[in-house]
């Protein structure tokens, strides 16, 4: 038998089946060894490929690869990028946000818990969860950093509410679909306890309207009243928008058979009260019968910027009815008229027709044209005989080439001249007198039948024009806010949305990812139809007499316009920086890793920008406020912090900055990393050697050389047996518990004045104070995520992985300045650490101004943090201690420099206690000084009226008795502190070894250096 096939007998079947079970397993456990292979495979081709599928994405959707090109210009309205056949999406999305109602219903939607809660069903969840996305995306639009936002997450939620998610949906579909879930998410918010009351739906007050429907049966008027939405209008057989409103509001009379009599009916349309916010669906499509599909409708039709809907309203029926009659007379005989003027204009009986007058006139020419023969043969030959017979005679001149074209029998014949009009064999003088006659009286009539009938048509076309442009029928005024646009075929094509942007008072064209500035000329030429395949498909009109439609937002109390973040909740503004400081993040990367290319590929910096980054999603940046401070960066950035500990606000940073350029720095970087596809062993503290890929970008070795970096490699190190198994998100978690668990015991250690655990980690000092589980998940999720992780493919899956659960994390799930005031106050304690330390520092080498500087800093802020809790901030006395010891040096200095007599001397002894001593001592009894600080104060005091009772010059004499008052009395005077020196570059990360070094200076006699 062929291999792999085991033949059952029926001698053994036990053995045979034995045997087949036993293959069975072997050829699964194959099976499943050349699944991982392949898996394995897939994924190296997938992060190999990723950078070119993002350019072919960003090539198709006329988006640049280069981040650097997606950066918004000043507050210019954002676009929508097109994630496959949305541009439906785009258009409508576009028309409706340019709307300020709108756009406030949207940003303002909040629902209560208690309504939340009652949301069981499908739809109501599904509605709940589309309009947050919208928020989400609308808050984008407002305040995003990119000049594009993507709109993935709202769309995928629609996609269920098509037959499928490839095949390009209709706008008018998509709108109803989108005002029908959003009519129905407000209706919780306005009335969730009466899902049938609709009466305070925003969305019915705002794109819902009522029209009165009358059909007259046997001279008895039937009505009802019906809501709209989105009102339908036929193109085909109208000229312009009042036009299709007429035939759509007026059927005309109808023949409806009842048994065997026949009679009139009509049926009539009027609105009885018109929606803020009207939309006009144009019909552009009709099903061709004989071809069995759908047939686009190119037909040309107008429409105006502002139109008046008052001959439409029901409360105007009695005026209207006279009108209507009127103009209905009017049409009838304007269209009797321009046929006539046509039967004038196309004159004969057969298929070709000619203008009258112009064939009078021709009768007219050859009634006069004199003849030459009583037959036209004898004028042909005549004229032959006359002719040359050289045919090279006529040759131009001109040409002295000779003809390269062939010359046929019928080019050499003599050049005849143009042939005489036809005339009449023979006409009498009293002939030719009558026939000029009549004909010359007949071709005027005409002609004055023609003017009068234009001047007949003129007339009434301005009476019809006139019949509704009195001021009773002008007070309902609708203005154009929105023009969505399909350009292409029934099957297939394009749209876009021309929008009013009433802040800028000018046109908008919104295409996907590009919105330009326009004009009404362009939007006619691509709007009106009949010259393109491109035509208007949908018309939004707002009221022309309700301002607060596109009002901007104001603040309550000022009154001034709220501009962009401003306008924002607090969520979403929270949500918005988090977006951005992602797009800032992805800008570092891409231009970090453009100065990490190897030199050997020499290319222009405009070339430069063209390639690619490792492997970035497209909605890559979306999960990080920009003012949120990064946890990770706490420890990352201790020496950037240290470094700028001079009283300002700390900047952590999650690497050091390059400070030279891409050009200075290639060639050492080229030097410091090993060829390309080669790995490297790197020797981390307290983790080990690990293996480095030369092409890892993200890689950054200061970074690394963090605590918290090698916390984070060591948990991914523990997690390697589990990634290999499970996949990055089972080998994300375990990592991610080894990490939890390895902090949570180290916040169990005791502090002691030579260590302090919180220094180590920023989450040991969120559980030492409780922080919410919340805070500290998303805290450690993201050093999970930090692009520093990118040493080797476990690294970045579990780096991507994590990535992907922040962009997860709504709003609404996280509390922003909640989870930004616990890395505020960390930041805060690392800098009242960092002024102590170096303090001390300063203390231990005798510069005591600096020491003393720093420690009274390191002393208010850490008052702020222990008024929050008590192990927020650092012992409150052991920096009091080293401050009572900086001030006794100092006055002891002081004093003695004083008491020299040296005029420089005495000036800087008292330059010391005037900027230094002072101050601080103000400070320390403006607050709540301390027992053990009143002592210190008393005896500095006590030494310098010691001098009082000594003899001394009267010019220290002078000097003592001005320099007293101040020292004596704290409430002289105004408080002020300079500012700590720039600390020394270089110092170490880790404080926690330099709080260990610190003390052991302190205690020991020589001082110790921290390497």
């Known amino acids: 038998s062929p291999p792999g096939i085991v033949e059952i007998s029926l001698d053994g079947p036990k053995d045979d089946l034995q045997t087949a079970i036993e293959l069975s397993l072997q050829e699964s456990q194959n099976a499943q060894e050349e699944e991982r292979e392949l898996n ?56 409706l946000f340019h709307l300020p109602v709108f756009r406030r219903l949207v940003l303002n939607y909040i629902l209560s818990e208690r309504v939340l809660e009652k949301c069981k069903s499908c739809s109501d969840k599904r509605n709940v969860a589309f309009m947050q996305e919208l928020r989400c995306l609308f808050a984008l639009m407002v305040g995003s950093k990119r000049r594009f936002v993507d709109p993935s997450a709202a769309v995928e939620l629609l996609k269920d509410a098509f037959r499928t998610s490839e095949a390009q949906q209709d ?71 009042d036009e299709c409103l007429e035939g759509a509001m007026v059927e005309g009379e109808i023949e409806s058979l009842h048994s065997d009599q026949t009679f009139p009916c009509g049926r009539q349309r009027w609105f009885s009260k018109l929606p803020p916010v009207l939309t006009f669906e144009l019909s552009r499509f009709e099903f061709n019968q004989s071809l069995g599909r759908p047939e686009k409708i190119h037909k040309k039709l107008e429409f105006p910027q502002v139109m008046y809907m008052d001959r439409y309203l029901h409360k105007n029926i009695e005026q209207m009815q006279g009108r209507r009659e009127e103009v209905k007379k009017l049409k009838n005989q304007l269209m009797a008229l321009h046929q006539k003027l046509e039967s004038y204009k196309s004159y004969g009986s057969g298929p070709t027709k000619y203008p009258l007058a112009d064939m009078l006139e021709y009768v007219l020419e050859f009634a006069t044209t004199t003849p030459t023969s009583t037959s036209p043969v004898k004028d042909v030959r005549h004229q032959l005989q006359t002719s040359p017979a050289d045919p090279s005679s006529h040759r131009d001149p001109s040409s002295d080439k000779p003809s390269l074209t062939y010359q046929g029998p019928a080019s050499q014949r003599p050049v ?47 009476s019809l024009g006139g019949m509704y442009s009195d001021g009773s029928l002008c007070q309902a005024p609708y203005r154009l806010h929105a023009v969505l646009v399909h350009e292409g075929q029934a099957s297939a094509g394009h749209y876009w949305a021309y929008v009013y942007d009433h802040s800028r008072q000018c046109w908008l064209k919104c295409n996907d ?41 104001t603040d309550v109390e000022t009154g001034q316009v709220l501009q962009g973040m401003d306008a924002l909740p607090p969520i979403l503004r929270r949500y918005v920086q988090e977006d951005n400081r992602w797009f800032k993040q992805e800008l570092q990367e891409w231009e970090e890793q453009l100065c990490r290319r190897p030199q050997e590929e020499p290319t222009l910096p405009s070339q430069c920008v063209t390639q690619e980054p490792e492997e970035m ?131 169990q250690e005791e502090t002691t004045p030579q260590s302090d655990p919180r220094l180590q980690h920023v989450l040991v000092y969120f559980f030492q104070n409780r922080a919410p589980n919340r805070v500290v998940e998303r805290t450690l999720l993201e050093q999970f995520a930090d692009r520093n992780l990118s040493y080797d493919e476990r690294s970045i899956g579990i780096m991507k992985e994590a990535r992907a659960k922040l962009r997860l994390i709504k709003p609404e799930d996280m509390d922003m300045e909640e989870y930004m005031k616990w890395h505020e106050d960390y930041n805060l304690f690392r800098k009242v650490f960092v002024y102590l330390l170096t303090g001390l520092e300063q203390y231990q080498n005798g510069k005591y101004v600096d020491a003393l500087n720093y420690l009274v800093y390191a002393f208010q802020n850490n008052r702020e943090l222990l008024m929050e809790g008590d192990r927020k901030g650092v012992e409150q006395q052991f920096i009091a201690l080293y401050r009572r010891k900086c001030l006794t040096e100092l006055n002891e200095n002081a004093a003695k420099l004083f008491a020299s007599g040296d ?26 000084v301390s027992q053990e600080d009143l002592d210190v104060i008393e005896a500095m005091r006590s030494r310098w009226c010691s001098y ?9 004499q002078e000097k003592l008795s001005e320099f007293l008052p101040r020292l004596l009395d704290c409430s002289v005077g105004r408080i002020e502190i300079t500012e700590p020196p720039k600390v020394r570059p270089g110092v170490p990360h880790d404080l926690g070894s330099r709080l260990a070094a610190v003390m052991e200076s302190i205690h020991d006699t020589s001082i110790v250096t921290v390497k």
């Open 416 to 462: 005849m001249d143009a042939p005489q009009h036809p005339s009449p064999h023979s006409i009498s003088e009293e002939e030719l007198l009558c026939v000029k006659s009549c004909l010359q009286r007949w071709r005027i009539e005409v002609e004055n039948s023609i003017n009068e009938l234009k001047s007949s048509i003129e007339g009434i076309s301005q």
């Open 948 to 956: 009082l009772e000594q003899d001394m010059e009267g010019v220290l």
């Open 40 to 95: 394995r495979a897939l994924e190296a081709s997938v992060e190999e490929s990723a950078a070119n599928a993002k350019r072919k994405r960003c090539e198709a959707s006329g988006e640049s690869a280069n981040p650097a090109d997606w950066i918004r210009q000043d507050d210019w309205p954002v676009g929508v990028r097109n994630v496959g056949n949305t541009c439906w999406f785009s258009a409508v999305i576009q028309s």
């Open 903 to 928: 005029e420089s001397n005495v000036a800087a002894g008292l330059s010391i206690m005037n900027n230094t001593v002072i101050p601080c001592m103000h400070l320390m009894i403006r607050d709540s």
């Open 171 to 241: 706008v008018s579909e998509f709108t109803h679909k989108l005002l029908d879930w959003l009519e129905d998410a407000f209706q919780l918010a306005a009335h969730g306890s009466n899902p049938e009351d609709k009466q305070e739906n925003p969305m019915v007050q705002l794109f819902y309207g009522t029209f009165v429907a009358e059909r007259t049966i046997e001279g008895s008027t039937v009505s009802n009243i019906e809501q709209f939405g989105q009102y339908p209008l036929q193109v085909n057989g109208f000229n312009n928008l």
């Open 513 to 553: 990812v590009s919105v330009t500035e326009s004009s009404w000329e362009e939007l006619v030429r691509d709007s009106y139809g009949g010259m393109t395949n491109a035509s208007a498909y949908c018309l939004m009109y707002i009221d022309d007499s309700l301002p607060h439609l596109v009002a901007e937002d």
């Open 617 to 747: 999603g497209e909605s890559e940046a979306e999960a990080q406020p920009e003012a949120e401070p990064k946890p990770e960066a706490a420890e990352e950035g201790a020496g950037q912090e240290e470094a700028q500990a001079g009283g300002d606000e700390e900047e952590p940073q999650a690497e050091p900055q390059p400070q030279a350029s891409p050009q200075e720095e290639a060639p050492a970087e080229t030097n410091r990393r090993p060829t390309e596809n080669q790995v490297s062993e790197v020797e981390i503290p307290n983790v080990g050697k690990i293996l480095v890929r030369s092409d890892a970008d993200g890689y950054n070795e200061e970074a690394m050389l963090t605590p918290a970096m090698q916390g984070i490699i060591l948990a991914i190190a523990k997690a390697r047996q589990t990634y290999d198994k499970d996949g990055p998100e089972a080998g994300l978690i375990k990592a991610f518990h080894e990490e939890y668990s390895r902090l949570y015991q180290l916040s």
